[in-house]
């Protein structure tokens, strides 16, 4: 291969990593500007084009790193619930591997609790956003709630069978009513309500929340 064409070949490879971390730091700065907007603003009083101004980028490099605006709300809610800078499936996340681990159900709900501590100060008001602009008509966010509620739903009845096998949950409730119970109280809904109304910490949150399920769910609710 001739010297210069070699030399070509070189300066690509060393640029390549390059391009890559500035199109990740592209579309981290536009999905972090659309969450502030989304959220203080909301949805459908926010446009691309403010969007665009917030994150200091063009219209069409939205359009290039993440897509329209439908694309833009689903991949904020995505990686509010994941932490990361994209989504990550359930069974790959750190606290549902931990949950899976847990000999006992009691500690498998503690598990899950103080995850929802950590994780619902980022999804409660991206969820708030999206729900109201579901209800206001916009048909892609209403979609896109039922999706990721109803995906929590048929989470959560993985998690209560997990939780049936070690012989702790009560006998009275079926599998669907264990993954119902958690469901609604894991809602943002709910910590809005005592968190954002009430004032409660994150961590009395957590706390409340685990020996709350222990109670209602666990054969022995006696508490540790």
């Keep these: 291969m001739e010297p210069m064409a070699e030399d070509v070949k070189r300066r690509r490879r060393y640029n390549a990593p390059r391009r890559a971390e500035q199109a990740a730091a592209t579309r ?10 989304f959220v203080t603003r909301g949805y459908l009083a926010t ?4 969007i665009a101004e917030r994150a200091g980028v063009a219209v069409d490099t939205i359009y290039a790193t993440v897509g329209r605006k439908p694309v833009l709300i689903r991949e904020v809610v995505e990686t ?20 899976l681990a847990a000999p ?3 500690e498998k709900l503690a598990i899950y609790a103080a995850a929802l501590a950590v994780i619902s100060p980022r999804t409660a ?5 999206l729900y109201d602009a579901g209800v206001s008509g916009d048909a892609d966010c209403a979609a896109l709630y039922a999706e990721i509620t109803g995906r929590r739903a048929a989470n959560l009845r993985l998690a209560a069978a997990d939780m ?9 409730l079926s599998d669907d009513e264990v993954a119902d119970i958690i469901w609604s109280m894991n809602a943002p809904e709910y910590w809005v309500l005592l968190v954002g109304q009430r004032g409660w910490t994150p961590q009395r949150f957590g706390t409340w929340l685990a020996d709350a399920w222990a109670r ?9």
Excluded: K, N, W
């Excluded at 446009?47 to 403010?50: G, L």
């Excluded at 008001?125 to 956003?129: E, G, I, N």
């Excluded at 209602?216 to 540790?224: I, N, P, R, V, Y």
């Design 28 to 37: 981290r700065a536009v999905l972090d500007a659309a969450r502030d907007l």
């Design 47 to 50: 446009t691309v084009a403010e």
């Design 80 to 99: 509010s619930i994941s932490g990361q800078d994209r989504a990550v499936p359930a069974a790959e996340r750190d606290y549902v591997r931990a949950m």
């Design 104 to 106: 006992t159900a009691r």
């Design 125 to 129: 008001p991206v969820f708030r956003a």
């Design 164 to 172: 049936r096998a070690t012989g702790e949950l009560r006998a009275d």
């Design 216 to 224: 209602l769910l666990l054969a022995d609710s006696t508490t540790s």
